[in-house]
C-alpha cells in the first residue's frame, strides 16, 4: 500500500510562493498517478492538478492554471506542488493521493485516488 507524506505547509503573506512536497513510499514510484489536492475550511475537497510519475504527464485545474508548477525528484520519490502569487484564497490543508499502477491520470476528483497523505496546512495572509 502507497504511503504519501505531505511537507512544506506554512504561513505566508499574499503574494508569496510555496513548495509543498509529497513523498510517496512502500511503493513503485513510477507509473502511477499522483494528484494534489486542496481543501478550505467548509468547502469541497478540490482537485488541483496531477502528474504521471515517472512519465511526468501533467494536468492543471483551470482554478490555479498560471499559478502552480507540479514536478517531481525520481531519486526521491517525491512530487512538488509550486504555488506562486498566492492569494488568501488559497488557505486550505493540501493533499496528495494516489492512483496506483497506472499511466494515465482519471479525472482529479477525490474518488478516483484511493490513497492519501495526512495534509499539509497552507495560510495565507493578505
Known amino acids: 500500500q502507497a504511503q504519501l507524506v505531505e511537507s512544506g505547509g506554512g504561513s505566508v503573506q499574499a503574494g508569496g510562493s510555496l513548495r509543498l512536497s509529497c513523498e510517496a513510499s512502500?511503493?513503485?514510484?513510477?507509473?502511477?498517478?499522483i494528484g494534489w489536492f486542496r481543501q478550505a475550511p467548509g468547502k469541497e475537497r478540490e482537485g488541483v492538478g496531477t502528474?504521471?510519475?515517472?512519465?511526468?504527464?501533467?494536468f492543471y485545474a483551470d482554478s490555479v492554471k498560471g499559478r502552480v508548477t507540479i514536478s517531481q525528484d525520481i531519486a526521491k520519490n517525491t512530487v512538488y506542488l509550486q504555488i506562486n502569487s498566492l492569494k488568501a484564497e488559497d488557505t486550505a490543508m493540501y493533499y496528495c493521493?494516489?492512483?496506483?499502477?497506472?499511466?494515465?491520470?482519471?479525472?482529479?476528483?477525490?474518488?478516483?485516488?484511493?490513497?492519501w497523505g495526512r495534509g499539509t496546512q497552507v495560510t495565507v495572509s493578505s
Open positions: 502528474i504521471i510519475t515517472g512519465d511526468g504527464g501533467l
Open positions: 493521493a494516489i492512483n496506483p499502477g497506472t499511466r494515465w491520470c482519471p479525472p482529479p476528483s477525490p474518488e478516483n485516488f484511493p490513497y
Open positions: 512502500a511503493y513503485p514510484y513510477n507509473s502511477n498517478c
